[in-house]
Every structure is written in structure tokens, then in C-alpha cells.
């Protein structure tokens, strides 16, 4: 059973590009997380997904940022127009339940670099 | 969501010896949960203790949880240097969760 899988690993862009991440949770998961990690900082949420519909995004910013999780396919977390402070580590985690409380499985992250 | 804040920042002890990190946190919670993270990865799961349960055990790892004083500590015990990690705290009501900037733990050979 393959963990969540996140791609591309290791992204560079420069300023003024658009960045695509994505994310595959778990088999069976149908709860998808987005957390940004700047440098010697914790974790900070940015928005939870279900298929086809987006249920908290309180934590994502409110320009540039977007986040969808089709019906097929992975979830995509798109930032247009980066600047030098998007760079980070970007982790998708899943879950398989609604009900709390609820563990979280957590990809390998994708590192944005922004030139 | 709220955060939880874990104490001390950094802690270097030697392979053998046990380490104790807190985590303190704000308002009521649901249950708690402990995670680890490798350099450079993602978070790993290690344990979730309820709101009331006072104490829970996985393998070499103890959490035990205090409501009134609205805090949690991590013991690892016989610690190796495999251990050497950050650990974060995310104390959860009904909604997501949310992470501390951790504890350094450096275990030397």
C-alpha cells in the first residue's frame, strides 16, 4: 500500500512563474491537507479538501494560492506568480476518516525554490 | 485549530539516556497528537492520547497528558541515535491541526 506520494520532489522557478505540487493520498483516503514549511519552523496549515470540494482554506493566502482536488487524480496546490518568500516545503497529508479524532499520513514534501 | 508549543527548542543527550520534551497548549482539545520529522521529510505519526486518557504507552514512548494544565509531555526512553529527530505536538479540538516549531532532539552516539 504506497504512502502518499507527492511530485515533483524538488522545484525551482523563478519569480514571476507559476508552480504546480501535487499530491496522491493514500489508498482509500479521500481527506487531503496542504501544510507550508518555511525554514526552522513548524508546520502551518493551509487548506483541507475532500473530493471535488474544498472544506477549510483559512490558512491558505488570499492571493496567488489555489488548491483543488478533483474527482480523478491527484490534488493540486497551484501558486501563480511566485516570489521569493513562496519558497518552502510544501506537505500534503491524508486521511481516511471524518471522524475524529484522525490521524494523518504525510508525503515527503516538495521543496520550491524561487529564484 | 490551535497550536500547540513545545519546550525546550533543542535537547543533545547521549545514545541510552531517556528524553522528556512539553508541549503546552491554549484552549480545550479533543485529543492530542505527537509526530516526528526527519530532516528533510515528512511528518511520521506516533501517538494520539484522548482528552481522557492521562497516560499511553507505543514501544519506548510514553505521552502522558494533563487537561487542567493544559499540557502533554513526550518521554522516549533508551533513546538511539536513530531518534534524532524534531517532534511536534498538535493538540486538536474539531478542526485541523495545527503545528509548533517542534523540539530538536539530537541523540549522539
Known amino acids: 500500500n504506497a504512502g502518499v506520494m507527492q511530485n515533483p520532489r524538488h522545484l525551482v522557478r523563478r519569480r514571476g512563474q507559476e508552480a504546480r505540487l501535487r499530491c496522491s493520498p493514500m489508498k482509500g483516503h479521500s481527506h487531503v491537507y496542504w501544510y507550508r514549511q518555511l525554514p526552522e519552523e513548524g508546520l502551518k496549515f493551509m487548506v483541507y479538501?475532500?473530493?471535488?470540494?474544498?472544506?477549510?482554506e483559512s490558512g491558505m493566502p488570499k492571493e496567488r494560492f489555489s488548491a483543488e482536488f478533483p474527482k480523478e487524480g491527484p490534488s493540486i496546490l497551484r501558486i501563480q506568480q511566485v516570489v521569493r518568500g513562496d519558497s518552502a516545503a510544501y506537505f500534503c497529508?491524508?486521511?481516511?476518516?471524518?471522524?475524529?479524532?484522525?490521524?494523518?499520513?504525510f508525503g515527503p514534501g516538495t521543496r520550491l525554490t524561487v529564484t | 485549530s490551535q497550536q500547540g508549543e513545545e519546550d525546550p527548542q533543542a535537547l543533545s543527550i547521549q545514545e541510552g539516556e531517556n528524553a522528556t520534551m512539553n508541549c503546552s497548549y491554549k484552549?480545550?482539545?479533543?485529543?492530542l497528537q505527537w509526530y516526528r520529522q526527519n530532516s528533510g521529510r515528512g511528518l511520521v505519526h506516533l501517538i494520539l492520547i484522548r482528552s481522557n486518557e492521562r497516560e499511553k504507552h507505543s514501544g519506548r514512548l510514553r505521552v502522558t497528558l494533563d487537561t487542567s494544565k493544559k499540557s502533554s509531555s513526550l518521554l522516549i526512553t533508551a533513546s538511539r541515535a536513530a531518534d534524532t529527530a524534531s517532534y511536534f505536538c498538535a493538540p486538536s479540538g474539531y478542526s485541523t491541526l495545527t503545528f509548533g516549531k517542534g523540539t530538536m532532539l539530537l541523540v549522539s552516539p
Open positions: 479538501l475532500q473530493k471535488e470540494n474544498i472544506i477549510d
Open positions: 484552549t480545550s482539545i479533543n485529543n
Open positions: 497529508a491524508s486521511s481516511l476518516t471524518i471522524d475524529r479524532p484522525y490521524e494523518q499520513y
